[in-house]
Each structure stands twice: as structure tokens, then as C-alpha cells.
């Protein structure tokens, strides 16, 4: 698809910040350095830190940023792990002014939120209303909403509540020309600047949306790329900015659906002897439609097993894979008949069920799963646990198909790791754990990347299940995408920032850019 493809932004700044930019702005080499790591395995010092103090100051740092041609980087709570939230141009706080909620309108099950917001705070202030943000990302105490919305995230219960973009009713977006819009489910975009952008949009996707259909990956949730099909199904600019990650406009405000908090859980904890029976049973549990269906591999059950971590539940010898099956509803008994299910439904199937309705039970049962990290940390020793393959998703019929091949890849690389994650949506986290003073670990380890992206393409998946693209991927979306599908979101990156000062380098690569080119170590 031809199209123009904006030039990269620059990171030198002229001499005077914006004139009309009324929030903090430093170059302090320390600040810088505040912003220049998140949560994952990249570092980028930015060349400069604005703290708006409002929508109108994103605005003008937009004007600004357009007329020099400067790469802002919006960040919050800098949870975020591909390196989305980093960058070498100016990081723009969008946490420390912009943390408000609004009241909870407990009839609409609604809420009014700033990006800064964490998530455990929009929790706390809906739980007297008996409602809740479903979407539970594991690091929901401390992530935004912003982050949350720009990756689309999603987490545990994300097999029965699905991914972030379905709980955005609207949103608040400053676009790349300092333009501010509000775009809402279900309403025509009739701004001008937003309705000619979303009309180039449409004008791409109208080229061959039946290409477009059939080139996606079938899986159950995605954060990689620019969410063409979801926009060519509903129309609403909500669904392209949503997992965005800051690169098609920054959002300084947003309307989120909640959900009931359900009145009664219960737990089946299910352990087979084999890959094949596991990839089985998750197809006949989503029949059940429950709330979570997590998975740890035999790498992580032989790790706390082997450490001694789990006197609640003593995990035996020979097992590959065990499942997590929460089931919700509005009674204990209600529970207890849904897990009486599973229980029926495992029948010659699981090698052992195990039923738990009892809080504290439960949570015997989940320490053998939340037991991991720290151990991981024990375990490295002189080698680093790094995050660069741990989000990839494919179809839930090749979840075993993707386990075979991630213990291929890290054996013939003689990596250890552990392999954990959400089975029910086919989307697996991998902790390898890495020794940086072996020569030409760096190397090796971009190797293993390409080689996890290429099995996972031919899977049918793609590497970012629910953390986004970032930095770190974006090398890899052609290899997931394919060529045709790559230029469609380049085009449509375009029209919404046609000087490339929005992130450049996220979702979408510079020339010559590498998964690891910013990594922190050595």
C-alpha cells in the first residue's frame, strides 16, 4: 500500500520550552533519569521532562512539538514492560497532575477517570457501589489507567471480562497538532480535525477489509499493532487509540464501564501428566465460561516444588501442566454447583481435582501460583531474569504447540526459565533468566526473540498478548503482521501524526531499530 511515512522526530531541543506551557519543565540529568527505566528491560534517558498541568498544557507541548518536530513519550505510572513508556525525546508526565477520579455513577456503572489514576484506586472508590474495573493487570495497584488504556491490557479474569478496549465507553485525546477531541462508543466523530483523519482511515482500510479480516490472528486478545479490525466492525475511534500506547494521540481523560463485584468465587485447581491433555481440557472449561483459567508449566511447578514453597499444597513429581479455574456467582452454592462442574467436566481427563469455596483455602491454593517471583529473583543468582518474550498469545488450540516450542527455544539455548500465564485466552508469560557475563549474551538473547516471533507467526499468534508492542517488539510486527497488513497501520500512523513526534519507535520501528538496541544490562 504506498503511502508517506512521516520522518523520525528529533531529540534536540530548541532553546526555550513551549511559551505557553504553564507546568514543570527540567533538563536536570537526575529527573531525566527518573523517567529514563519502567518495569521492563529497556533504558532511554529523555533529553527533557514536562509535567503538564492540565489537557490545555498537553496541548500547547503538542503545537510545540509539531512546529520543531520533537518526539514526546507519554508516560505514567511507568509500569508498562515492552518500553512503551520510554523514550529519547521529551517523556511527558501524565501521572502526577492527572490523577483524579470522578464521582462513580453507580446507575451507569460508570466512572470518570485522569490516566495518572491507578487502578487500585478506581477499585477502591467503586467498591462501595459494589462495582469494579474488571480488568486486573498484576500490577494493578500500581498501574494507571492511562497505561492500561494505552496497551489495552489485560490480566486474569480477562477470560471471561475480555481486554481493556471493551470497558472505554470515551475518551479524551489530545491529538498530534495540539487538537482536543472527545470521542465516545457508539457517536460519530464529527470534530472536523479527528473526522478527517478517521476519513484517510477509512479510506485505508477500505483498499481490502476482506484481506484485512482475514489476515488477523484468530486469538482471543491482542495487544499488538493498531486495532484496524476492531475499528472496521464498530466505527468508534475508541477502539484505534485504545492500545495505542501513546502513538496516535495522548489521552488526558476517559469514561470506563465497571462491573459488578460477583458475591461468591471458588477455586478447582486441576494437574495433569501431560501437555495434550491440559491444551484439551482448557477448550472444554471455556465451555464453563469462567473467570480465570490459568496455567503453570512444569518449569514452574518443578521450581517451587523443588524450593519447598508449597506446604499448602504439596505439588507431586511428574507433572507438566496445572490449571486455575475461578468460578463467580451471585451465591456459595451457585459456585460450589459451577466447580461441581468442572469437576464433572475434568472427569478422565485431569490426573487430579481439587476443589476450594473456603477463602482461605483459595488462597493455599493460589500461593502455589503467586510463589514464583520471589523465588525467580532467589533462584537468577549471578544471572538476570528478563522479560523479552513474556507476552506472546496464540490460538487456544496451539497453546501446547507453543509450550513445546518455548522449551525447544530455551533448551537448545541451555536457558533456564519459567513458563506461566492466562491458558484460557492462549497467552503465556516466560521468565528466562539470563547470564550477562557470558560473551555474546546479547546477541543470543535477540536471537531467541526472532526465533519465539517466527514460531509464534506460524502459530497463528502474536507476541503481545496484553502488555503491548513497545520498543522491544516493534522490530517484529512484519514478521507477525506480514508486509501488507504493516503498511495499513504505518498509513494509518500517518494520518494521525504526520511529523512522527508521537512515540516514534513504538509499535512501529525506526529504520534499523532492534528489540534489545535499549537494553539496560551490560
Not at 501524565?94 to 495518572?116: H, S, V, Y
Request: glycine residues 10%; contains cysteine; negative net charge.
Amino acid at each position: 500500500m504506498p503511502h508517506r511515512s512521516a520522518s523520525p522526530a528529533s531529540v534536540l531541543l530548541p532553546a526555550d520550552p513551549p511559551r505557553d506551557f504553564r507546568g514543570e519543565w527540567t533538563t536536570d540529568a537526575e529527573r531525566r533519569g527518573a523517567y529514563s527505566e519502567h518495569a521492563g528491560i529497556l533504558r532511554s534517558l529523555p533529553v527533557a521532562v514536562a509535567v503538564p498541568e492540565n489537557a490545555d498544557d498537553v496541548a500547547a507541548l503538542m503545537r510545540w512539538a509539531a512546529e520543531h518536530g520533537i518526539a514526546l513519550v507519554p508516560r505514567a505510572a511507568g509500569t508498562g514492560m515492552p518500553g512503551g513508556n520510554i523514550g529519547p525525546g521529551i517523556a511527558v508526565d501524565l501521572k502526577t497532575r492527572f490523577g483524579a477520579i470522578g464521582p462513580i455513577d453507580a446507575g451507569r456503572r460508570t466512572a470518570e477517570i485522569q490516566p495518572g489514576a491507578t487502578l487500585g484506586d478506581l477499585n477502591r472508590a467503586a467498591a462501595p457501589h459494589g462495582l469494579q474495573f474488571p480488568v486486573d493487570p498484576s500490577s494493578a495497584e500500581r498501574a494507571s489507567m492511562g497505561g492500561i488504556i494505552a496497551n489495552n491490557s489485560g490480566g486474569s479474569h480477562t477470560v471471561l471480562y475480555g481486554s481493556a478496549r471493551g470497558w472505554i465507553h470515551s475518551l479524551d485525546v489530545v491529538l498530534a497538532d495540539g487538537t482536543r477531541v472527545t470521542t465516545t462508543r457508539g457517536a460519530r466523530d464529527e470534530h472536523p480535525r479527528l473526522r478527517e483523519i478517521l476519513d484517510q482511515v477509512d479510506a485505508i482500510i477500505a483498499e481490502d477489509p476482506v484481506r484485512l479480516e482475514a489476515g488477523w490472528p484468530r486469538v482471543r486478545k491482542n495487544s499488538s499493532g493498531y486495532a484496524l479490525r476492531e475499528y472496521l466492525r464498530s466505527g468508534d475511534a475508541v477502539d484505534l487509540f485504545v492500545g495505542s500506547e501513546g502513538t496516535l494521540g495522548m489521552v488526558t481523560g476517559a469514561t470506563v464501564r465497571l462491573a459488578p463485584v460477583p458475591a461468591a468465587r471458588g477455586l478447582a485447581l486441576l494437574e495433569f501428566t501431560t501437555l495434550e491433555a491440559a491444551g484439551a481440557a482448557v477448550h472444554r472449561i471455556l465451555e464453563l465460561h469462567p473467570a480465570t483459567c490459568e496455567m503453570i508449566d512444569r518449569t514452574f511447578i518443578d521450581l517451587v516444588r523443588g524450593s519447598g514453597e508449597d506446604p499448602g499444597y504439596p505439588l507431586r513429581a511428574g507433572l507438566e501442566a496445572i490449571l486455575f479455574v475461578e468460578m463467580e456467582g451471585d451465591s456459595a452454592e451457585e459456585v460450589a454447583a459451577k466447580l461441581e462442574s468442572v469437576r464433572a467436566a475434568m472427569e478422565g481427563a485431569a490426573d487430579r481435582v481439587s476443589l476450594a469455596t473456603d477463602p482461605h483455602e483459595q488462597e493455599r491454593f493460589w500461593h502455589v501460583r503467586h510463589a514464583a517471583s520471589p523465588l525467580i529473583a532467589r533462584m537468577a543468582g549471578q544471572r538476570v531474569s528478563m522479560q523479552f518474550i513474556e507476552d506472546g498469545v496464540v490460538p487456544v488450540d496451539r497453546l501446547a504447540d507453543y509450550i513445546r516450542l518455548l522449551r525447544g527455544v530455551l533448551d537448545r539455548h541451555a536457558l533456564p526459565a519459567v513458563i506461566f500465564g492466562h491458558a484460557g485466552d492462549g497467552n503465556l508469560h516466560v521468565n528466562p533468566l539470563v547470564d550477562v557475563a557470558k560473551a555474546g549474551w546479547r546477541a543470543e538473547a535477540e536471537a531467541i526473540v526472532y526465533e519465539v516471533a517466527e514460531g509464534v507467526a506460524a502459530l497463528g499468534g502474536t507476541m503481545a498478548g496484553e502488555h503491548g508492542d513497545g520498543r522491544l517488539r516493534a522490530p517484529l510486527l512484519e514478521t507477525i503482521w506480514g508486509a501488507e497488513i504493516v503498511a495499513s497501520f504505518r498509513a494509518v500512523k500517518d494520518a494521525f501524526d504526520p511529523r512522527g513526534i508521537l512515540n516514534p519507535g513504538v509499535i512501529l520501528p525506526l529504520p534499523g531499530q532492534r528489540p534489545l538496541d535499549a537494553i539496560k544490562y551490560g
